[in-house]
């Protein structure tokens, strides 16, 4: 995968000005956080998948921590939490987040939040974040992410964030009975200015869009 292999185990921790990323948790609040964003149809339209139900959740959940264990880790499906909401590792969960390593130093990057918490920017902190994790300890080169046409509101989050517009790929995802079209936008690493938010350190080391 060409990553820092000091950065590619371990637990993921990252602390931004309101938010905190970190591994998920098999427990019932964390669970029940997850459908609340999975299987909430208002929330999955743009998700490539159909709404899901709680126990399907639970199993995402404990998919995501095998993924974590795998040596070398290639998939980070993380929880996003509120520094309001107190200690990270207990505070319930708004929202997750996805990158997924590729060859060439390359990953793809996801986010889904909470219905009611969108309108607070946050959306905006957690690509900073992932954009200093992958670009700073992951040693990656090339961020990417794929985005409904009609998601007008990931496409502002992505722009704003440095990435651009490379394309309209058509008929990218088959659901509901018919095709989707995404936009695919990229961020590289001379693009992205390092350090400009401030982001925690993985523990134990010296990581909107359609996919």
Known sequence: MDVNPAAASGPVRLLGPRLAIREFHHTPED????????????????????????????????????????????????????????????????????????????????????????????????TALICDFAFGPLGLHRLWARVDPENTASSRVLTRAGFQLEGRIRHDLFLRNRWYDALQYSLLETEWPRGAWRSGEREGASSPGRR
């Open 31 to 126: 669970v029940d956080s997850l459908h609340a964003v999975f299987g909430d149809p208002e929330t999955a339209k743009y998700l490539p998948f159909e709404p899901r139900d709680r126990e399907h959740c639970a199993d995402q959940i404990v998919h995501f921590l095998d993924e974590a264990e795998a040596e070398p880790r290639t998939v980070y499906r993380l929880a996003v939490t509120r520094l309001a909401d107190g200690e990270p590792e207990y505070a319930v969960p708004i929202g997750n987040v996805a990158l997924g390593l590729e060859g060439n130093r390359a990953a793809f990057l996801g986010y889904a939040l909470r219905k009611d918490t969108w309108g607070n920017g946050y959306a905006g902190e957690i």
